[in-house]
């Protein structure tokens, strides 16, 4: 069985905003019975850093951070 997962944020806001640190835990793992075979992840505005971290559970974490405002 194959599945397609989409998520999609969008904020909108009436003036320029700062973002703050971002930690993403969007990535499913490939675990038992299952496999992982593809997996995207587009952040717009480009974060001026990006970080992988393996958490505790396992779960593959993603730390942004993003520099001036947007």
Do not use: W
Not at 16 to 23: E, F
Not at 38 to 53: A, G
């Amino acid at each position: 069985m194959r599945t397609l997962i989409v998520h999609r944020l969008t904020y909108v806001y009436d003036a320029p905003v700062s973002l703050g640190a971002h930690r993403l835990c969007l990535k499913p793992r490939g675990v038992g019975f299952q496999q992982l075979l593809e997996h995207q992840l587009s952040v717009s505005p480009e974060p001026s850093q990006h970080q992988e971290v393996l958490g505790a559970s396992g779960d593959e974490i993603q730390r942004l951070n993003f520099l001036g405002t947007t």
